[in-house]
């Protein structure tokens, strides 16, 4: 089974500045998603970015962007710029593309950013 | 196009009842899914529906929990005989598709307290 494991529970920043959120995962498979999902303090679940594990070109959204590191099963987030509605719980995310739970999410405990002004 | 919807938004309930909890999906969405943020944890995988079709329950207890998706109306997460451990987020997502490039997009949630 695939694992999503994130050994940040709190970080802070400075308003402004750059901050890197960890991720590492599990699996055996060769082709998969990667998500980051950000939790605001009203719960909503709110995508953030989605890597495909076949491109190995990193994803980037405006001020974020990732580091996926197949071979090192790592997946990163920095945020640069940081803002204060930045602020949130950011879960990591896994879902395979085959097979027959394809369609199942696995989710990281999360990591609580802080961010300071 | 309105997002998913969740409702109640929160919801409380003594140890003993049932507790019902209602997703709405999105526009043109037949495929539901129901998650579970316990305290502290990330979301948890429970049950996967189509119209009128459970197609996956591997994640939800096979005790008092059970989840339905009718033809016409909201996909229902029910809880009969709730206890203390049963607090925790509930959160349900839908898409137009399974797996693939198919996201899922999530719906506020239902904040369950057990008293």
């Known amino acids: 089974a695939q694992t999503v494991t994130q050994s940040q529970p709190e970080m802070s920043v400075q308003e402004a500045e750059t901050v890197t959120l960890s991720c590492t995962y599990d699996?055996?498979?060769?082709?998969?998603?990667l998500f980051w999902y950000k939790q605001p303090p009203s719960r909503q679940m709110i995508l953030v970015i989605r890597?495909?594990?076949?491109?190995?070109q990193n994803a980037t959204e405006n001020r974020f962007s990732v580091n996926f590191q197949k071979a090192a099963k790592s997946f990163s987030l920095k945020i640069s710029d940081s803002q204060l509605g930045d602020a949130a719980m950011y879960f990591c995310?896994?879902?395979?593309?085959?097979?027959?739970?394809?369609?199942?999410?696995?989710f990281g405990k999360g990591t609580l950013l802080t961010v300071n002004p | 196009n309105a997002g998913v919807m969740q409702n109640p938004r929160h919801l409380v309930r003594r140890r003993g009842q049932e507790a019902r909890l209602r997703c709405s999906p999105m526009?043109?969405?037949?495929?539901v899914y129901w998650y579970r943020q316990l305290p502290e944890e990330g979301l948890k995988f429970m049950v996967y529906?189509?119209?009128?079709?459970?197609?996956?329950e591997s994640g939800m207890p096979k005790e008092r929990f059970s989840a339905e998706f009718p033809k016409e109306g909201p996909s229902i997460l029910r809880i009969q005989q709730v206890v203390r451990g049963d607090s925790a987020a509930y959160f349900c997502?839908?898409?137009?598709?399974?797996?693939?490039?198919?996201?899922?997009?999530f719906g506020p949630g239902t904040r369950l307290t057990v008293t």
């Open positions: 529906l189509q119209k009128e079709n459970i197609i996956d």
């Open positions: 997502a839908s898409s137009t598709g399974a797996g693939g490039s198919y996201e899922q997009y």
């Open positions: 995310a896994y879902r395979s593309t085959s097979g027959g739970s394809n369609y199942k999410l696995t």
């Open positions: 699996t055996s498979e060769s082709d998969y998603y």
């Open positions: 526009k043109g969405h037949s495929h």
């Open positions: 890597q495909e594990a076949y491109k190995q």
